[in-house]
């Protein structure tokens, strides 16, 4: 079932009671809509989402309900806590968790995850396919997240992941510079190693060789490692959207970051755990507890 309810308020009451009369919804529902981020209100003239049941509501307030019986029966998949380092947290996201919710909800999302688990504000600072994996930074207060987002969004951050494509690609350092979007995107890929038959590429396909490559890139486009490596003949194993799905999660995993911290003051890398950092049929297997974060940090003034 799939409904949307846009009113606004004649007659003031709490918030369950309201949108269950206005949805035809029972009251049940409604809370576990508003509990997993699938309602909105305005509030001090900005829309935000309204998890209390009970909150009273006054007349004239615009509420909103996004119902979606399949998005709100979603599990999230589970996201590691790496570091906290007050002003923000370093996450691993597993494949199939989103880096943020939409409107229909935002229980399936690491920002969530991290709010709910850290009871902290969370900021996002950038984003990582759901079909990924890897590292991800949240920021907890909205300087921080302002001073982190610059990062990203210029070429000041080393970024490297690890992909297993389709095919043989031998290649000591390639560069891909075709534009996405019409901007600028520069990639740059090294194979590690040919795989063969180590990965299902298609359900009757057994034996397909693959290729784990390293990429490191220089602009941050969106899907512009898949597009980039799926226009060179060489789609990543399992994408589904530049490539063919497969019986596994999207090969691609966000393995490495350096950085100069502008809010430490301090050179940062930080590399997920060897345990975190798996692609193929080893991806399906739950990690074990008691690894934390490669990182390490230079007392250097930046």
């Not at 690894?291 to 250097?300: G, I, P």
């Amino acid at each position: 079932m799939r409904t949307t309810v846009d009113i606004t308020v004649e007659t003031p009451g709490l918030a369950v009671d309201i949108l269950s009369e206005a949805s035809g919804l029972p009251k049940q529902r409604i809370k576990d809509a508003m509990a997993k981020g699938a309602c909105w209100w305005t509030l001090k003239g900005k829309i935000v989402r309204l998890r209390k049941a009970k909150r009273d509501v006054k007349a004239g307030t615009r509420m909103q309900l996004y119902y979606d019986e399949a998005v709100l029966a979603r599990k999230a998949s589970e996201a590691e806590l790496l570091e906290d380092k007050s002003r923000y947290s370093v996450w691993f996201k597993p494949h199939g968790l989103l880096a943020q919710g939409s409107q229909w909800g935002d229980h399936c999302s690491l920002l969530r995850v991290a709010e709910v688990q850290l009871n902290r504000p969370c900021f996002l600072i950038h984003r990582l396919d759901a079909d990924a994996a890897g590292l991800m930074l949240i920021a907890h207060d909205s300087k921080a997240a302002a001073a982190l987002s610059q990062l990203f969004a210029g070429r000041t951050i080393i970024k490297q992941y690890l992909a297993d494509v389709t095919g043989v690609l031998d290649v000591k350092k390639q560069t891909i510079d075709g534009d996405i979007d019409g901007k600028a995107a520069i990639s740059h890929v090294s194979t590690l190693y040919i795989n063969a038959g180590s990965i299902n590429t298609k359900a009757e396909d057994t034996a397909a060789n693959t290729s784990r490559v390293n990429v490191r890139i220089e602009t941050g486009r969106k899907h512009q490692i898949r597009r980039h490596l799926a226009s060179i003949g060489h789609p990543i194993v399992a994408d589904r959207l530049y490539g063919t799905a497969a019986g596994v999660p999207l090969q691609l995993l966000a393995y490495y970051l350096q950085f100069n911290c502008p809010l430490a003051k301090s050179k940062m890398t930080l590399e997920l755990p060897e345990r975190l950092k798996q692609l193929g049929l080893e991806t399906l297997q739950k990690f074990p507890e008691g690894s934390s974060l490669r990182e390490s940090a230079d007392a250097k003034r930046s």
